[in-house]
């Protein structure tokens, strides 16, 4: 059973910075692609960045410049480095696995990010 847990979300002013941390546990056995996405109250669930199992990432507009995504293969973990954060980023951040062979998905529980003064 393919688990996601996240981490590292908060409160922190605007301008301020976060990590968000997602470890995978359970076996996976074929390559995967991981993603964040974020829900703010009343809204859609959007894609926030992604990146495939080759490394190739991709960002919403409102992030682009400020949000880095990455991985870490050995340690079955996935991080998205938040800068220069602003109010609008206000949300319930998730984690996505999805496996190349056969697109099954995986969710995490979700962390809050509050940006306030």
């Known amino acids: 059973q393919v688990q996601l847990v996240e981490s590292g979300g908060g409160l922190v002013q605007p301008g301020g910075s976060l990590r968000l941390s997602c470890a995978v546990s359970?076996?996976?056995?074929?390559?995967?692609?991981m993603g964040w996405y974020r829900q703010a109250p009343g809204k859609q669930r959007e894609m926030v960045a992604t990146?495939?199992?080759?490394?190739?990432?991709n960002y919403v507009d409102s992030v682009k410049g400020r949000f880095t995504i990455s991985r870490d293969n050995f340690k079955k973990s996935g991080y998205l480095q938040m800068n220069s954060l602003k109010p609008e980023d206000t949300a319930v951040y998730y984690c996505?696995?999805?496996?190349?062979?056969?697109?099954?998905?995986?969710w995490g529980q979700g962390t809050q990010v509050t940006v306030s003064s």
């Open positions: 996505n696995l999805v496996i190349d062979l056969g697109g099954r998905n995986y």
């Open positions: 359970g076996n996976i056995f074929s390559a995967y692609g």
């Open positions: 990146i495939t199992s080759g490394g190739r990432t």
